[in-house]
């Protein structure tokens, strides 16, 4: 009975910090750029390019609150070559359900980016980004589970949870913005930029008295890379995420080791740190098309310290259409 009261506590906190709580994150967040920042569509890339990530948050103990999944495809429109301007077009979905499936929030949106090319060798580019977005929350109220439902034979659902949900549906339209800047050589290479996300700052809410903006959330990101050996390379990369008053930090990098195989190019390394919640290492198998990774988090939050939940994350991104061989060691599927 303690175990039962216990889980009900536990899934009701989980549910009404996701009600307000930040928007999903990937540990793989280089395999999703545009959720990153929308300036990043068509980076990297010489004609198309398609990426799955799958993530299951906090697994274990009989409860299964987030499972989120992306797909996303980009498109270079434009000067196929590093020294010229170009377009880059790309449409993602992202499905996050919390709490075995009781509350959905399924994003669809359409991003476009355009980058210039500063200098004629192709070294230095800028870009900026625009992302039109529309979002669709589902609350299921049936699957709720109260206290006052409670008895000596378990939960008995046929008795009234007196909690009526005004809004158990949602749906919005919502607008995001960003900027990059890169510098590539033979060598090494810099990235930084910057985004804004839920800048109309949508409604939100399930109780009429108590609706709410969507806070406003703003990335930051930067990174680097430098040869090391033959054409093995060091990728390192930084991110922060403010929203709402909350903050997420996360740093690491990845080893690119070359293999040199006409099927597999590289066998990439990693870790990183999402300080105040996980850290995470990396292993990804990385072809001239195609590149497949997993993560694994070992939780580091308070959570660990009231049940044994598990993260984990698998993604695989390929390129279509027209690829050209590495102009570097830091060229690849993505960009981490």
């Not at 009701?12 to 750029?33: E, G, I, K, N, R």
């Not at 987030?66 to 270079?76: F, H, P």
């Not at 991003?111 to 500063?118: E, N």
């Not at 919005?172 to 109309?200: C, K, M, P, Q, W």
Request: some cysteine; glycine content about 12%.
């Amino acid at each position: 009975m303690k175990q039962r009261k216990f889980r009900l506590l536990w899934c009701t906190l989980l549910l009404s910090s996701a009600l307000m709580a930040q928007d999903p994150h990937f540990s793989q967040y280089f395999t999703s750029p545009m959720s990153l920042n929308p300036a990043l569509a068509g980076q990297g890339i010489e004609d198309w390019r398609g990426g799955i990530n799958m993530r299951s948050q906090w697994w274990g103990e009989s409860i299964k609150p987030y499972y989120t999944v992306t797909a996303a495809l980009e498109k270079r429109l434009g000067s196929a070559d590093n020294a010229g301007n170009y377009w880059g077009l790309g449409g993602m979905v992202i499905s996050d359900q919390s709490n075995g499936g009781i509350l959905k929030n399924n994003y669809f949106s359409l991003t476009a980016a355009y980058h210039i090319t500063l200098d004629k060798a192709g070294r230095h580019t800028i870009g900026a980004g625009l992302t039109g977005t529309y979002a669709n929350r589902i609350l299921d109220p049936t699957r709720f589970k109260f206290q006052s439902q409670l008895g000596s034979m378990g939960f008995q659902r046929d008795i009234p949870a007196n909690d009526a949900i005004a809004i158990a549906k949602n749906n919005y339209v919502d607008v995001s913005a960003g900027i990059t800047y890169r510098y590539t050589t033979e060598t090494y290479g810099l990235n930084a930029g910057a985004a804004l996300f839920h800048a109309a700052k949508p409604k939100e809410g399930v109780y009429e008295n108590t609706t709410y903006n969507v806070p406003r959330k703003t990335t930051l990101q930067a990174g680097g890379w430098f040869k090391t050996g033959v054409n093995n390379s060091i990728h390192i990369s930084v991110l922060g995420e403010m929203q709402g008053g909350n903050s997420i930090y996360t740093l690491g990098g990845v080893y690119k080791i070359s293999v040199g195989d006409e099927l597999l190019r590289s066998v990439n390394l990693g870790a990183w740190e999402r300080f105040g919640d996980a850290f995470y290492p990396y292993f990804g198998l990385e072809a001239k098309r195609w590149l497949g990774g997993f993560t694994y988090d070992f939780v580091q939050s308070g959570v660990k310290n009231y049940a044994n939940v598990q993260s984990l994350e698998l993604s695989f991104v390929w390129k279509m259409g027209k690829v050209h061989n590495p102009t570097s060691a830091g060229s690849g599927v993505v960009n981490y």
